[in-house]
């Protein structure tokens, strides 16, 4: 197999692989389980990793030092405190949100964690235009 070249970075923050069977032929959706098994390639960009369902015979343990396609999504969750205190509703949501993501096979990178005391609101509902649902009388 060859080696990546010094421009493909190394990182830290890396989530476990996740299996690139496809369900059906053709299909743009993967099995995305876990993986623990690796289809090496002599072209280090082809290498590809597999849940135990979709290993096959020659597949090899995943080595320690991987080359993997990294996703980083950003976006604004929303999580209902589990209590009034700031910095209890803060760390809570914090370890729900990182198990959850461990459970898909990510790895949080938490920028910035807010917490604000809102009220929901109830929408008033439309009313009927005047006339509507009467008839001539």
């Known amino acids: 197999m060859s080696t990546p070249p010094n ?6 923050n890396a989530p476990p692989p996740r299996c690139y069977h496809r369900r059906e032929p053709g ?9 623990v098994v690796a289809r090496l390639s002599p072209d280090w960009f082809a290498v590809a990793y597999f849940c135990r369902e979709h ?7 995943i080595p320690a030092e991987h080359v993997f396609r990294r996703v980083g ?4 969750v929303y999580i209902a405190g589990a209590g009034m205190s700031d910095a209890v509703a803060r760390a809570e949501a914090v370890h729900r949100l990182d ?9 949080a990178d938490i920028a910035a964690v807010r917490s604000v005391m809102v009220r929901s609101w109830v929408q008033p509902q439309a009313r009927e235009p005047i006339g509507a649902g009467k008839g001539r009388e």
């Open 27 to 35: 299909s743009s959706m993967p099995c995305g389980e876990l993986a």
């Open 99 to 107: 198990r959850a993501i461990q459970a898909i096979g990510g790895v």
């Open 55 to 61: 290993a096959a015979p020659g597949d090899v343990e």
């Open 73 to 76: 999504l950003q976006l604004e």
């Open 7 to 12: 421009t493909v970075p190394a990182v830290v």
